[in-house]
């Protein structure tokens, strides 16, 4: 089993940035893909970005690219989402999910095995 905590959501202007963190605890080195989800009032969880761990690859989603970064910190299994200026649109719960080997479409939340309990992003205009 892992355990999943995410931190650091909060209000923020638009332009405005936050970083998010996720803390992993139990039986880490079962993960090998970890990644962050959100999910907005009456619309689906989609992707935002993503981490194969073992060789530090990554990928985004479009209206992500070029203003959040995932990050990951092996030493203290820590995932990290720094999100730059932010828009009205990234309004959701943030949450960070691990997998096995994410086979199957690594944006795709079924890939995802454990999940945190999420952290609330507010934008404001």
């Known amino acids: 089993q892992v355990q999943l905590v995410e931190s650091g959501g909060g209000s923020v202007q638009s332009g405005g940035s936050l970083t998010l963190s996720c803390a992993a605890s139990?039986?880490?080195?079962?993960?090998?893909?970890m990644g962050w989800f959100r999910q907005a009032p009456g619309q689906e969880r989609v992707a935002v970005a993503m981490v194969f761990t073992d060789e530090k690859i990554t990928h985004y989603a479009d209206s992500v690219k070029d203003r959040f970064t995932i990050s990951q910190d092996n030493a203290n299994n820590g995932l990290y989402l720094q999100m730059n200026n932010l828009r009205p649109e990234d309004t959701a719960m943030y949450y960070c999910?691990?997998?096995?080997?994410?086979?199957?479409?690594?944006?795709?939340?079924?890939?995802?095995?454990?999940w945190g309990q999420g952290t609330q992003v507010t934008v404001s205009s």
């Open positions: 999910a691990a997998g096995e080997y994410c086979s199957g479409g690594y944006f795709s939340d079924r890939a995802y095995k454990y």
């Open positions: 139990g039986y880490t080195t079962s993960t090998h893909c």
